[in-house]
């Protein structure tokens, strides 16, 4: 198979010409996203890479002849029922509990009410109107069990972050998942006809930590839009855009603010730096683009509190999410990328970042080992401990030409994620799936 998919065990018997099985691509799939809607603001509550996941891959599997239609839940009155995101792409927003002020954590009350939403909707169109239904994260996973089973239809699930890899790799002070998410996933596992991992690492994870069939287990990289994504017109153009000095060192934090990003360490590292080197005080900016999201809504103001604490609030620029298009330009305007996630099931921030032509420093979890290539795109560190990170930042400031050494080999190495690729492999794994399901519909008939 591609690069882009590998496969965990090997293959069954069954799967060979003999039984001439139609080697069909679903016509129209039910793709569900209970708690975050394609058409939200990425770095805002719970929207952040999974959105970016869906609306790219479901767009380009719009282009390959298979229609989504996207159910999320409805947080405004004022959406209509069904939104065209693009062309044979729509998004449905379904009624299940109040419009605003629902924690994430509340969810799962709502889900008989979010499941009959999507069995309303169902219930106008004529028999087989859906092929298959792909569900994003457990939440969607326990409606797309039901739905799959009523429909009589190949259930794909898509993880995205899993409970007893969260619960191993906290971030202090940070909450774990309740025990009732790990049975979820348990069951989503076992119920699933397919499941869609982001690396091998997490096709592992997903066979060690929930027991999941290996064969049953398809490995998809994500992707990055190319075109949004790319070098443009360079570094100096994209910080006299965003009102940063050209000569300065800039290491920047995207994402969500929360525990499980820690940006802290980023900020805790800048003060490291500072203290052993005071010179550089006068030519480092620190960007945080992103907004307060989980756990750390808590304390929606504490990375001010510690940027003060530390005494470093005269270089830390606090910045709301912003949208695709400057995101690029921050990542274009940036030195350096920080990520010292605690627990990254890709880390898409980090090929984006990368397409842009600027390298990435971050925490040696999860995917982000595939995303970033150590010591050629970019570095990776075990652990967070603040002054190992501070050490690399060193070497950007010391070495000028570092940040567009690797930025020029991150480029390169970006280029290998397109979405295309990532949907047409999903494609697959879809037809794969229709396959097994109809195997096992004629040996339950036969």
Known sequence: MSQYVTRLGRRSPATTSRLRLPHRRPRRVAMLSVHTSPLHQPGTGDAGGMNVYIVELAQRLADLGIEVEVFTRATTGALPPAVQLAPGVLVRHVDAGPYEGLAKEDLPAQLCAFTHGVMQAWAGHRPGYYDLVHSHYWLSGHVGWLAAQRWGVPLVHAMHTMAKVKNANLAEGDTPE??????????????????????????????????????????????????????????????????????????????????????????????????????????????????????????????????????????????????????????????????????????????????????????????????????????????????????????????????????????????????????????????EAMQAHRRRARAHHG
Request: with cysteine.
């Open 178 to 431: 309740p025990a009732a998410r790990v049975i979820g996933e348990m069951q989503i596992v076992a119920a699933s006809d397919r499941l869609i991992a982001n690396t091998s690492e997490e096709a592992d994870e997903l066979v060690r930590h929930y027991a999941a069939d290996p064969g049953k287990v398809a490995v998809v990289h994500p992707g990055v839009n190319l075109e949004r994504f790319r070098p443009a017109d360079g570094r100096a153009a994209a910080r006299a855009r965003l009102g940063l000095p050209q000569d300065a060192l800039v290491p920047l934090f995207a994402g969500r603010i929360q525990p499980l990003k820690a940006p802290d360490v980023l900020l805790r590292a800048v003060a490291v730096l500072l203290d052993e080197r005071p010179e550089l005080r006068s030519r480092i900016v620190v960007p945080v683009v992103g907004g307060p999201s989980g756990s750390g809504l808590a304390k929606p103001e504490g990375l001010q509190k510690l940027a003060a604490r530390l005494g470093i609030s005269d270089v830390v620029r606090f910045r709301p999410p912003v949208r695709q298009d400057e995101l690029a330009d921050w990542f274009r305007a940036a030195s350096v990328l920080v990520m010292p996630s605690y627990s990254e099931s890709f880390g898409l921030v980090a090929i984006e970042a990368q397409a842009v032509g600027t390298p990435v420093l971050a925490a040696a979890v999860g995917g982000l080992p595939v995303a970033v290539r150590d010591g050629h795109t970019g570095f990776l560190v075990e652990g967070h401990d603040p002054a190992a990170y501070a050490r690399v930042l060193r070497d950007f400031a010391d070495d000028p030409q570092l940040c567009a050494r690797m930025g020029e080999a991150a480029a390169r190495h970006a280029r290998s994620f397109g979405w295309d690729a990532a949907a047409s492999a999903t494609a697959g794994v879809y037809t």
